[in-house]
């Protein structure tokens, strides 16, 4: 936390935690996509549900899928702009298990088909927590370069990974494993001090075993 | 940042004589690793946000659930045709707080101080100060620097969030963070700027979070008008030489006691205090059927 985390963000009210959070939640899922989304599912749950209209949690959604940012005068009116930009979208309630109150379900659907399901929450003043990645638990923020990699379970991923980063002289910050079951799908999170070259990102899911790559690059200052 | 505690900052003050927002820019530079110039950029573009959110009020605008608007429009009306018992500075802070908070209702651009809900308290004060009274842009940037470590700390040792801490937690800190911010102004020093954040937070210790219907409307907007009121009246005081018996830091302890002991209903589930009225229930059941259609 810095001290632009206590005076800002600037943003369109009314709430940093329905209102702005829920625009990074929008954001982040397209830049996990990596593409443009055609179709979007989203799903309320807790006080995202129950206070969701009268925030413009539901229009902050959809104006974070458009690619708008927490500030964008236009987030009101963001189901209009939906429609002219053909970007189809759903709204509905869920009741997940153990989630923070302020969380949302999006199940999203590229341009060229390829599909992403992320449920994050908004944990106030407008910051954000990635919770599921295509039903894995993970656990990232955002804040810092986020490359995410989907591989089998078997030995040598983790390796191939961190020495392409070394290669490039990228610092780990932090490295987080999952994985459904022995032998199974696998997710690693890694967040970096550095940004991350766009070919070492195409090299990685390139690779056997590796199933998809996302990366989240954050703005400069 | 690296400080944990008022009283810190104080010391850095006094060992490197530095003024109270000079320590924070310090940090700031230290810890995020990038130049002063990036940094106070970034501080007035926050303060140009504040200026253009305060001119871009519109009186006829009303908030989705139709709960709030037009509020600061009237207290602007009654303030230029009548004697106020307020006084035209304050009677001006109040209208400035309502119309920002009504403005962030209406899903207008505003800036989190340091949340939404309290966005009201902060340019309350510092608006009409730069409009009628000549404060240079300069020196309310050196003030947002004072507003932003006391949030800071307050954040570290306590919260800024009433779904944790109540209402307290929000306009309260908004208010400590302004009344630091005035004291900087009016030229006040580090000691003096301590004292006004423990009288500014000590006045709203044990403020609920109860809004009606959860939406940051009622009874938020007006809200930030104590909050921006208390917030000159601690200004005033600790520039008068007045004391806290308590010290600030303290004072942010008691406020994360009082707020672990906030019965769920008073943090921002609107379910306890206005939020739970008879009113305020017809008011739910009336948005919901409206939702419905």
Known sequence: MNIYDILGPIMVGPSSSHTAGAVKIGLIAVKLLGIEPKKAEIYLHGSFAATGEGHGTNKAIVAGLLGMQPDDMLIPKSFEIAEKKKLQFKIGQINLKDAHPNTVLLKLTGEDDRQLEIQASSLGGGRIMVNKLDGIDVNFTGESHTLIVHNIDQPGHVAEVTSTLSHKSVNIATMQLYRDKRGGYAVMVIETDQEIPKESVAWLSHLEGIIKVSYLNIEGE | ?293
């Open chain 2, 1 to 293: 940042m690296s400080y944990h505690s008022i009283q810190e900052i104080l010391q850095n003050c006094k060992d490197k004589s530095l003024l109270f927002w000079e320590t924070i820019l310090e940090d700031d530079i230290n810890s995020r690793n990038i130049s002063r110039e990036s940094s106070m950029n970034k501080m007035q573009s926050l303060w140009d946000a504040m200026l253009l959110a305060g001119s871009t009020y519109d009186k006829k605008a009303h908030s989705a659930s139709g709960l709030v608007g037009g509020d600061g429009g009237l207290m602007e009306e009654y303030y230029m045709t009548n004697d106020s018992l307020c006084g035209n500075f304050i009677s001006k802070a109040i209208a400035q707080a309502l119309q920002m908070g009504e403005s962030n209702a209406c899903m207008k651009r505003i800036v989190a101080a340091p949340t939404a809900g309290a966005c009201g308290v902060l340019p309350a004060v510092l608006l009409p100060l730069f409009r009628e009274k000549g404060i240079l842009s300069s020196k309310i940037i050196e003030a947002l620097y004072v507003a932003a470590g006391i949030g800071q700390i307050i954040a570290q040792r306590a919260y800024i969030a009433g779904a944790l801490g109540g209402c307290q937690a929000e306009i309260g800190s908004a208010s400590a963070m302004a009344a630091g911010a005035l004291v900087h102004i009016k030229g006040g020093d580090s000691d003096q700027i301590a004292n006004s954040v423990a009288m500014a937070l000590k006045n709203l210790l044990g403020l609920v979070c109860d809004p009606v219907a959860g939406l940051v409307e009622v009874p938020c907007v007006k809200r930030n008008v104590i909050g921006a009121v208390n917030a000159l009246a601690a200004a005033d005081m600790a520039l008068a030489g007045i004391r806290s018996k308590i010290p600030a830091d303290q004072v942010i302890d008691a406020m994360k006691e009082v707020g672990d002991s906030m019965d769920a209903s008073l943090r921002e589930t609107g379910k306890g205090g206005v939020a739970g009225t008879p009113k305020a229930q017809e008011i739910v059941s009336k948005l919901l059927n409206k939702s419905d259609h």
